[in-house]
């Protein structure tokens, strides 16, 4: 299961990105004058600048299933609604969680068909991997999926570009609980509770070893923090916005100037 997640590679990629944008691609030196373009880098949204006490909480699901209902108990009990990003695969599986996912008022999002590094696709193949995922839930639930998170957290220009082409948001993550490497209950609370901010997503998978034991305490956490955990598409911020260097969606006001800012409609 866990190499199947392979490494961090939203971060990676986010790392990259930033490298990109702080660089110029392009440098012509014509004597005593030197002219340089700036890269543009495409990216997903990890985190939502706002100034209210609420963040959103999301499950990826591709491998397993047994843990998912004592999660949506878990949620139940302490009346959280969560976004749970499914593999096409995973739908095609267990039809009747995906029908309790919404049933318990859960948002359903998009994490492709058949996981791929998605990145590695050619835009066509792209396409395909999300409309087939959405028509798998939109056959079960009657809604299409309107979030897009790529497996593993790996994307690049076209991957972004392109999701947000079909109509989707690209969402990835600024709190990761890693819970995937099986490190125990403390190491997990510790991660997601740390330094937590408003606007923040945090990221768990519901197949995850110490989830049961774990996502209670961080719940706990938060409601004691006054927090309000919501859905990530209540969380986004809707109008003109743009995203900085570090992946953090803002409302246009006023609009950005840095080259490194990607506008977003």
């Not at 699901?61 to 959280?80: H, R, S």
């Not at 990761?176 to 998978?205: E, Q, R």
Request: aromatic share 8%.
């Amino acid at each position: 299961m866990n190499e199947k997640r392979s490494l961090p590679w939203g971060r990676l990629m986010l790392a990259a990105g930033l490298a990109g944008l702080a660089i110029a691609y392009t440098t012509i030196n014509t004597g005593p004058t030197i002219m340089t373009a700036v890269a543009t880098r495409e990216l997903p949204i990890y985190n939502v600048d706002t100034e209210e006490k609420v963040l959103s909480i999301s499950f990826d699901a591709a491998w397993g299933e047994a843990n998912t209902k004592g999660i949506l108990d878990i949620l139940d009990k302490y009346d959280v609604k969560a976004s749970f990003f499914l593999v096409g695969f995973w739908v095609e599986k267990y039809p009747e969680l995906v029908k309790e996912l919404v049933a318990r008022g859960h948002e359903i999002g998009n994490h492709s068909s058949t996981h791929p590094h998605m990145s590695k696709l050619s835009e066509a193949q792209i396409r395909e991997e999300l409309r087939r995922c959405s028509d798998l839930v939109k056959s079960i639930t009657g809604k299409p999926t309107t979030l897009f998170r790529p497996p593993y957290g790996e994307y690049n220009d076209a991957v972004v570009r392109v999701s947000r082409e079909e109509g989707y948001r690209c969402i990835q993550w600024n709190v990761d609980s890693l819970d995937w490497k099986n490190l125990g209950v403390s190491d997990m609370v510790a991660k997601c509770t740390k330094s937590v901010h408003p606007g923040d997503i945090v990221l768990f998978h519901n197949d995850s070893k110490y989830i049961l034991e774990a996502l209670p305490q961080i719940l706990e956490y938060y409601k004691q923090e006054g927090y309000k955990i919501i859905p990530i598409s209540e969380l986004l911020l809707d109008g003109e916005t743009w995203i900085d260097h570090t992946g953090k969606q803002h409302r246009k006001t006023p609009a950005p100037t840095n080259s490194a800012e990607t506008p977003i409609q």
